[in-house]
């Protein structure tokens, strides 16, 4: 037999998103301007059980809630780079982007020097995994390089 998982309350006044919309708990005698109200004759609404009781009967706080939408969640913006600094997984390997100790051209190797993708005067890094290095292609104009780091424990 599968187990019956219990949903906490939500809070009066909390928001809570749920499928990308953001909705706030509040105060309501009856379920007409609830969101989920279907307005059938039929007790009971279309509020998902992650949003717990309304009812006082059912809630801890004995009061009677309503659930308003308040807005949309904003979509996440994808990750194209790495920021100064920071540290990643790369594949076994541990990895920080810093600035280049030697900001070059665009065609000079100078600016690899340290870098972890720099072999044999090339770079074979893949910009889709790591992000670009070059200041005129990142969003902090940082000329960068990726160098190895010792993992955290």
Avoid: W
């Amino acid at each position: 037999m599968e187990e019956e998982k219990e949903f906490k309350d939500i809070k009066l006044g909390a928001s809570l998103a749920y499928k990308g919309v953001i909705y706030e708990c509040r105060l309501g005698l009856t379920c007409e301007d609830c969101v989920f109200d279907t307005g059938d004759s039929y007790p009971g609404c279309g509020k998902p059980l992650v949003f717990g009781a309304c009812s006082s009967q059912n809630r801890h706080d004995q009061r009677d809630v309503i659930f308003v939408e308040i807005g949309k969640e904003k979509p996440s913006v994808p990750k194209t780079e790495f920021a100064l600094n920071e540290e990643f997984q790369y594949g076994l390997k541990r990895l920080k982007c810093v600035k280049s100790k030697n900001p070059g051209t665009v065609c000079s190797d100078d600016r690899c020097v340290g870098c972890f993708f720099f072999e044999c005067g090339g770079c074979y890094s893949s910009s889709d995994i790591v992000g670009k290095c070059f200041p005129s292609k990142r969003s902090d104009r940082n000329d960068v390089i990726f160098v190895e780091v010792e993992p955290k424990d």
